[in-house]
């Protein structure tokens, strides 16, 4: 889905719609979308900046970096960005501004597809896990912890018996 800038009306141009992305365009290896990206933006011109405010929905499959079992993770992730005209490349480091994240149009033209999967892939965890507390795979029989068919004895965490361990020593 290529825009024209100049055909962005004054009042603005509303895009609500599905996006059929492949899965080896995800930056996570291993992910898989489970449904299509919905997005809906709201594109502005002024002058020649672009502004986009825009949401992106949908649900991807993850392995867990812990205990590599996959899960679903939800994306609902809202973005306001600025698209500056190619000329402005240069003098980018000028441009800087904190609460905008700035980005560039080609030839005139906005590549909407390319902006919600990049909007996506910003979205991902850095290391993907199936919860925060994932106790991952038991060294010693391999198996999947929160499983529950993990029977081994491991060292226990239990603060109690840590200030036990202290007394101990002395
Ligand atoms: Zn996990
Ligand atoms: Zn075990």
Redesign the pocket.
Known sequence: MIIDIERIPEEGLHIDRDFELENSELVEEEAILLEPLHAELDLRKKGEEIYIKGKIHTVVSFI?S??L?P?EFLVDSEFDLVYLPEELFEIKEELTDDDLDLFFYFQNQLNIREIVLEQLNLSFPMKP???PD?Q?ICPICGQVI?EGNCRCVRESTDPRLEKLKIFIKR
């Open positions: 867990c812990r205990c079992s899960f896990l199936c919860s994932c991952g929160k």
